[in-house]
C-alpha cells in the first residue's frame, strides 16, 4: 500500500481504542499514536496509525506512520471501492423500484376504489333506464287505448 496523500488527510477516521489491539508508541514524547481509517481511491477503509500531533495547523507535527492492516495485493482497494459502490448503486436502486411499487400499489387500490364507485353509479343509471323504458311502455298503451277510443 501507498504511503497517505495530503488529500487522505480530510478523509480520515479516528478509530474507537480497544485495549487488546494498542496502538504502537510514537516518537513523540507528549503524544500517543492513533488508530484512523484511510478513505482515498487507492486505500479505501484501510487501517493505520499515526500520531495525533500529524494533524493539527500548528504546532509541531510527528510524522509517525505505520499500517494497521497488512498490505493488500495491487489493485485490492480500487475492487473493492468497485464493489462497494455497485452495492450502494444496487441498494440505491432498489430503493426507487420499491418506491414506485409502492406508488403503484395506491394506485391500484385507488383505481379499485374508483372503480367500484363507477360500478355504483351504473347500476343506479340502469335501474334508472329501466324505470324510463317501463314509463314510456306504460305512456305509448295508454295513447294507443285512448286512440282506439
Known amino acids: 500500500m501507498s504511503a497517505s496523500s495530503s488529500r487522505s488527510i480530510n478523509l480520515l477516521h479516528v478509530g474507537n481504542l480497544r485495549d487488546d489491539d494498542p ?3 510514537c516518537d513523540c514524547q507528549d503524544a500517543i499514536s492513533v488508530e484512523r481509517t484511510a478513505w482515498t481511491d487507492d486505500n479505501v477503509a484501510g487501517r493505520f496509525w499515526n500520531c495525533k500531533n500529524t494533524l493539527p495547523a500548528e504546532g509541531p507535527k510527528c510524522k509517525f506512520f505505520m499500517w494497521k492492516d497488512k498490505e493488500m495485493e495491487k489493485g485490492y482497494y480500487k475492487e473493492r471501492r468497485g464493489k462497494m459502490r455497485f452495492e450502494l448503486k444496487r ?29 355504483t353509479q351504473l347500476m343506479e343509471l340502469m335501474k334508472q333506464n329501466k324505470m324510463l323504458k317501463c314509463g314510456i311502455f306504460v ?7 285512448m286512440w282506439l277510443k
Request: charged share 30%.
Open 23 to 25: 496502538c504502537p508508541p
Open 91 to 119: 441498494k440505491e436502486e432498489f430503493s426507487e423500484v420499491s418506491k414506485v411499487q409502492k406508488k403503484l400499489v395506491k394506485l391500484q387500490q385507488a383505481m379499485e376504489a374508483d372503480k367500484q364507485v363507477f360500478e
Open 139 to 145: 305512456m305509448v298503451i295508454l295513447v294507443i287505448a
